[in-house]
């Protein structure tokens, strides 16, 4: 089945580690996101990419990077100078296309917690 | 730029009762897609309808409508039937170019369905 996949479901950090969020699509699309979401709260935009090897930043990029070597693989890495990334990570992708109607698909999420 | 607003932090309705989740939103371009995405707690998204700024009619997908109001900028979600299972967060979000730009999200409304 086509989709989008998250790993881990859980993760626990220790301040002052990095860790990376898995995201890998098999929807064949050309753009990927990261959206952060905080609880009772919508979702802010960390990065996103619209192509192989090309990335912009989001409203919300700073202690965070990423990079897309493959079109199907779009992995998040969550610094050590993210003041406070416990949070809710939900990565997307969505077809190339010139129209506004252009859905995104959603992986799972992780769930990231700093101990 | 880009906004959008829910002003119902949470809504209550009971069942088989229909409800309307309010979204206005802003831009100054004149072609943007409107689109309402659900998330139950499990944290999946999960899209329902889409509404292009050209679009004549409003959109419907089975119990889901929206009601477009151009003038004013409102799209805002209309749910018949209501049903237990339709408890969730409800998300708003736009974009107003083409293509593979990301969307913006409103910060959502959460819907209690009451037996």
């Known amino acids: 089945d086509g989709g989008i996949t998250q790993s881990p479901k859980y993760l626990f950090r220790k301040e002052g580690q990095n860790v990376t969020l898995s995201c890998e699509q098999n929807l064949n699309h050309d753009a990927m996101y990261w959206y952060r979401q905080d609880p009772g709260q919508g979702l802010r935009l960390i990065y996103y990419s619209q192509i192989v090897n090309d990335f912009q930043k989001g409203d919300i990029a700073e202690g965070y990077s990423v990079s897309r070597e493959k079109k199907e693989s779009f992995p998040l890495t969550v610094t050590s100078a993210q003041k406070n990334p416990t949070a809710f990570y939900l990565c997307?992708?969505?077809?190339?296309?010139?129209?506004?109607?252009?859905?995104?698909?959603f992986g799972p999420g992780t769930r990231l917690t700093v101990l | 730029a880009q906004k959008i607003t829910q002003t119902q932090p949470g809504m209550f309705v009971q069942e088989k009762e229909a409800v309307t989740l309010d979204c206005t939103y802003d831009?100054?371009?004149?072609?943007?897609?409107l689109f309402w995405y659900k998330q139950p707690s499990s944290g999946e998204m999960i899209f329902l309808i889409y509404q292009g700024s050209y679009d004549q009619q409003n959109a419907t997908e089975g119990r889901y409508s929206l009601n477009f109001q151009k003038a004013r900028k409102s799209a805002n979600l209309v749910i018949s039937a209501s049903q237990l299972g339709d408890s969730a967060m409800y998300f708003c979000?736009?974009?107003?170019?083409?293509?593979?730009?990301?969307?913006?999200f409103g910060k959502g409304t959460r819907l209690s369905v009451i037996a």
């Open positions: 997307a992708s969505s077809v190339g296309t010139l129209s506004s109607y252009n859905e995104q698909f």
């Open positions: 979000a736009m974009r107003d170019r083409g293509g593979n730009t990301p969307l913006v």
């Open positions: 831009t100054s371009d004149p072609s943007y897609g």
